[in-house]
């Protein structure tokens, strides 16, 4: 068991373009969540997976926002039009019923 | 009010000292409660979870739980230079699967 996966590790873009990130999840999870860190604060809720089925998505998750877990494995979030406020970590996890394991994250970096 | 309060320190202990971090949280009807440290730049990592009033031991660290004055902590014994870090409560409750995070408690461990 290697651990949650991301890719990529680092993203810089400029404002208005699109970019995904992918996740890999530790393979015996089947419950997949995506948060976003910014400086000096805790990670935020954005959306989760039981299976390929999203469950749950936070108010934060803009309509320029779309995560997608096909299968039911890897899952990927994909930023529309980014704009400079969507400079943050994007950090998936994964987990069972009780405990979520975070990946070392995605660093995104809107010009 | 923030959901998960936590005093953001720095707090400063001496190597070999207990370093004591507080949490507290206002959903009354948070059933699962977890301690993550994230080192600068890095992802979070789960150091301990606890779900029952009490406390729960693993090495050197301690959690305390005790749900009728909201609250939570976490104790370090035999601090470490190496346990410098912000530690990073939250709080999953009966009502979905996402975790809501305190801001973090940056720890300095000096030698």
């Known amino acids: 068991d290697t651990g949650v996966s991301q890719d990529p590790r680092h993203k810089i873009t400029k404002r208005g373009q699109n970019v995904t990130f992918r996740c890999d999840p530790i393979s015996e999870h089947n419950r997949l969540y995506w948060y976003r860190q910014t400086l000096g604060q805790g990670p935020e809720f954005l959306t989760y997976?039981?299976?390929?089925?999203?469950?749950?998505k936070s108010r934060l998750l803009s309509d320029r926002f779309s995560a997608e877990r096909p299968k039911g494995s890897f899952s990927t979030l994909e930023i529309q039009r980014t704009e400079q406020g969507d400079s943050a970590m994007y950090l998936c996890a994964s987990g069972d019923h009780y405990e979520q394991y975070f990946g070392p994250g995605t660093r995104l970096t809107v010009t | 009010q923030k959901e998960v309060e936590q005093n953001s320190g720095p707090l400063s202990v001496p190597e070999g000292a207990i370093a004591s971090l507080n949490c507290t949280y206002s959903d009354r009807g948070s059933q699962s409660f977890f301690w993550y440290r994230q080192y600068s730049g890095k992802s979070p990592e789960l150091i301990m979870s606890i779900y029952s009033n009490g406390d729960k031991e693993d090495g050197r660290f301690t959690a305390q739980l005790n749900k009728a004055s909201q609250y939570v902590s976490l104790l370090i014994r035999d601090s470490q230079p190496s346990d410098s870090a912000t530690y990073l409560c939250?709080?999953?409750?009966?009502?979905?699967?996402?975790?809501?995070f305190g801001g973090g408690t940056r720890l300095m461990v000096k030698p």
């Open positions: 939250a709080v999953r409750s009966n009502a979905g699967n996402m975790l809501t």
């Open positions: 997976f039981q299976n390929e089925a999203q469950l749950e």
